[in-house]
């Protein structure tokens, strides 16, 4: 993922921070000060690879993890080695940031 697409996600307005994970979970690039929030993102980016491989389910676009309280994780994976984790706070509806991070990577790239 280029510079300009990793700014262009950073402006998506409620957006609290954005992580670039490769195909691993390892994070690349992240706005995120705090380490456990990429451990989450890293971890959900390795069960969309689970539900591919092991349980032949088919590999997500997507997975939201809603806090109680706190900001939500929403994950977009691609097509290609990078996964967009992105985190908002609970009230932001997980599907209109979804369809910003699409217009942004291309829905092409997401499966």
């Known amino acids: 993922m280029d510079k300009q697409t990793f700014d262009q996600l950073q402006k998506i307005k ?33 069960i969309g690879s ?4 092991n349980l032949k389910l088919g ?6 993890l809603k806090s109680p309280k706190d900001d939500s994780v929403i994950l977009h994976i691609s097509n290609s080695d990078n996964t967009v984790a992105l985190f908002a706070p609970r009230r932001l509806a997980s599907t209109i940031i979804s369809r910003k991070i699409e217009s942004i990577i291309g829905v092409c790239e997401t499966v």
Do not use: C, Y
Request: aromatic share 2%.
């Open 14 to 46: 409620g957006i609290s921070g954005v992580s670039i994970l490769d195909d691993m979970g390892a994070t690349l690039h992240t706005t995120m000060k705090d380490p456990q929030l990429n451990e989450i993102a890293g971890f959900l980016a390795g």
């Open 50 to 53: 689970l539900l591919e491989n």
């Open 59 to 64: 590999k997500p676009s997507r997975i939201v």
